[in-house]
């Protein structure tokens, strides 16, 4: 029974984890860019989740303008790690996320806005670019991606590297391996001793009971004679 | 404002970070004496010496390099977030 209970809070908190880091942790879109927008937004709903906090919103603004991105993307499935030769549209919103979460410390907005319109092209005749982006594409809450960079290339099959996402695991890995053997340092070093203090004076208290118990029943014996 | 809180909530985490590593690191320098003791004199484990020999050893790891290593938990984070602020601007 409580092994079923914590094998399944683990799990909960495994999802948990793992669609925290899908919607955080920068992918890679094989995309042609077709325009670029700016639409104000209201931001009081609870949707305000899915977007950024830069720093001029000084958080009391209802609403504010956001610049949008639309391009045509290669489809993608298995956290982008299987490209398809199918297309479908895919509009990024493009915010400083600024000093704030997620820490990417983007603040070149308007620098990319230019990029991406430098990059617009027509389906006859396409000019391919990677985008650097995070966050999802919910049409029922009108979420949109976070696009972070773009950078043109040659072909569609382009192989992209997701050096930061390699970067990311690694250190995660060794952080875990470190606190496990601190852990375990800690565990042998001062809470094992402290437990043996606890039970030896506990074994201290027992002898004696037992010795009491011993008295009381040989006086008892000595009256019933067995 | 952000840029405030980021700093604030930034270097406390990263202050219990590093009593976590000071006080592992200080552990794991207090377990290599005793093992070092235990090798040159067995079945010794509770003499005045054998505690003047720790004590030495503390003492000398507290003057030396590799406890100032440790700050290192403050500069690698804020040298990740500039490399970071670069690539991405």
Not at chain 1, 83 to 105: G, H, I, K, Q
Not at chain 1, 106 to 113: H, N, P, S
Not at chain 2, 7 to 30: D, E
């Amino acid at each position: 029974m409580m092994r079923t209970i914590r094998r399944t809070l683990l799990a909960i908190l495994a999802v948990v984890v793992g669609v925290m880091l899908d919607y955080t942790l920068p992918q890679h879109d094989v995309v042609r860019v077709v325009g670029t927008y700016q639409e104000r937004q209201d931001l009081e709903s609870w949707t305000r989740i899915f977007w950024s906090s830069p720093d001029y919103q000084s958080g009391t603004q209802p609403n504010r303008d956001v610049q949008f991105i639309q391009t045509y993307k290669k489809k993608t499935y298995l956290f982008g790690f299987i490209r398809s030769d199918a297309e479908r549209p895919m509009v990024y919103r493009n915010e400083d996320t600024s000093w704030s979460w997620p820490p990417y410390f983007k603040f070149d907005t308007a620098t990319l806005q230019a990029e991406a319109d430098n990059l617009k092209s027509t389906q006859e005749n396409p000019k391919w670019a990677v985008i650097t982006k995070y966050g999802w594409r919910i049409q029922l809450f009108t979420a949109f991606p976070n696009a972070m960079a773009i950078r043109a290339v040659e072909s569609p099959d382009v192989t992209i590297i997701p050096w930061f996402n390699i970067v990311f695991f690694a250190a995660v890995i060794a952080l875990v391996l470190f606190i496990r053997a601190m852990w375990l340092q800690f565990r042998q070093r001062t809470i094992d001793p402290a437990l043996e203090d606890t039970r030896d004076a506990w074994e201290k208290v027992d002898a004696y009971a037992d010795e009491r118990r011993g008295r009381v029943s040989r006086w008892w014996r000595s009256w019933t004679g067995r | 404002m952000a840029f405030v809180r980021l700093i604030v909530f930034g270097f406390l985490f990263l202050s219990v970070i590093y009593l976590a590593v000071s006080f592992y690191s200080r552990s794991v320098r207090r377990e290599k004496l005793e093992n070092h003791w235990a090798e040159d004199h067995p079945g010794d484990t509770d003499s005045i010496e054998r505690d003047a020999y720790i004590e030495a050893g503390m003492q000398a790891y507290r003057k030396g390099f590799r406890r100032k290593l440790i700050v290192l938990v403050y500069i690698i984070p804020a040298i990740a977030a500039a490399a970071l602020f670069f690539l991405i601007n």
